[in-house]
């Protein structure tokens, strides 16, 4: 579970009070990325401030438990040969801290399956589930710094949602991550990610992402010759 981020108190117990006279914003100014609150992750910040009440008005939400917002982010990679070589496990977890911030958590093998040699119990991948701070934390990093070192990109697919709101898609390889040092890699791997929001509606789903600067590559359907 994430730990909560610390905030500091000032007089009157206000979170991320300094204690002082507090500089008031012109008027009528708007900020497309408001600067973090002490403790509060930026992208955390940017969805309370700017991102909620925007989609509000566009889709007519006069309920704020209408409002979508992303619940939990998940990554997961399977290592089909992590149940002969546990060092591996051992790597890809370590991996997973670093790009988290979080230690994941091993997934073993639900039943056995004697054509791979397979027993019930041993290791077959590495899952972490992040919420709160880290999860905004993460989202930053990964739309900022992670895909745009990816090969050759072209966006991520907009028809990866599963008709409830939930976005998955796969990378191929960790190095995309500027936490990763190439040369302590044990194995080039990739990872599937699930975006969980918390609306059952696609479009909603699909306009809170690219409020957060999703890069969606538009996919046409290909003309019949």
Same mark, same amino acid.
């Given at each position: 579970m994430a730990e909560k981020p610390q905030q500091t108190k000032g007089k009157g117990g206000a979170p991320g009070a $300094? $204690?002082?006279? !507090?500089?008031?914003? /012109? #008027?009528?100014?708007? +900020? &497309?990325? /408001?600067?973090? %609150?002490? $403790?509060?992750?930026?992208?955390q910040t940017l969805y309370q401030d700017t991102i909620r009440p925007r989609l509000a008005k566009s889709f007519g939400l006069d309920n704020p438990n209408q409002v979508p917002r992303i619940v939990k982010i998940v990554l997961n990679v399977g290592l089909g040969e992590g149940s002969k070589n546990p060092k591996l496990i051992d790597a890809?977890?370590?991996?997973?801290?670093?790009?988290?911030?979080?230690? &994941?958590?091993?997934?073993? #093998?639900? !039943?056995?399956?004697? =054509?791979?040699n397979l027993r019930q119990g041993m290791p077959v991948g590495v899952m972490v589930t992040l919420r709160g701070a %880290?999860? @905004?934390?993460?989202?930053?990093?990964?739309?900022?710094?992670?895909? /745009?070192?990816? %090969?050759?990109?072209? $966006?991520? /697919? +907009?028809?990866?949602?599963d008709g409830?709101? =939930? @976005?998955?898609?796969?990378?191929?390889?960790?190095?995309?991550f500027p936490e990763i040092d190439y040369d302590k890699v044990e194995k080039i791997h990739g990872m599937d990610i699930t975006v969980?929001?918390?609306?059952? %509606? +696609?479009?909603?789903?699909?306009?809170?992402l690219k409020e957060f600067g999703w890069p969606f590559r538009v996919e046409t359907p290909s003309r019949a010759a």
């Open positions: $300094g $204690g002082g006279k !507090k500089s008031a914003a /012109p #008027a009528g100014a708007t +900020d &497309p990325a /408001p600067k973090s %609150r002490v $403790g509060t992750p930026r992208f890809v977890a370590d991996e997973f801290s670093l790009i988290t911030g979080q230690r &994941p958590v091993v997934t073993k #093998a639900k !039943k056995a399956i004697a =054509n791979f %880290r999860m @905004y934390e993460f989202l930053d990093r990964f739309i900022t710094l992670a895909l /745009p070192r990816t %090969r050759d990109f072209r $966006g991520l /697919p +907009d028809r990866s949602f409830q709101g =939930n @976005y998955t898609f796969g990378i191929k390889e960790q190095l995309i969980v929001t918390s609306t059952d %509606r +696609d479009d909603l789903a699909m306009a809170l």
